[in-house]
């Protein structure tokens, strides 16, 4: 995971909070690549648009503190994809596909 740690007012940091951010992570693996405890009140949403580099859907992990204005822009990796031919779709649609 890619992490940049930006000192901004999260207003200014195009944030849905109510969106999961894209790739594959954990509430925990987030906090801890912020820097910050589950505990202290970390909140975690996704990016709306792309922003200072970073991709649309990066996830965005902040304090819920208005006197810390410190957001962590976390690009996280892809999620696992299944792979097709390892998927058992039965005879039939092997000999077409």
């Known amino acids: 995971m890619k992490a940049v740690r930006y000192r901004v007012a999260l207003e200014e ?3 849905d909070f109510f969106a999961d951010p894209d790739g594959e992570w ?7 690549i912020s820097g910050w405890e589950l505990a202290q009140g970390v909140a975690v949403g996704a990016l709306t648009a792309p ?4 991709p649309e859907g990066a996830a965005v992990v902040t304090l819920n503190a208005r006197d810390r204005p410190y957001v962590v822009v976390v690009e996280c990796p ?3 994809r299944a792979d097709l031919h390892d998927a058992d779709f039965g005879e039939s649609f092997r000999a077409a596909g």
Do not use: C, K, S
Request: hydrophobic share 40%; glycine share 6%.
């Open 13 to 15: 940091v195009p944030v």
């Open 26 to 32: 954990t509430y925990q693996a987030l906090a801890e």
């Open 51 to 54: 922003f200072r580099g970073h």
């Open 78 to 80: 892809p999620r696992a």
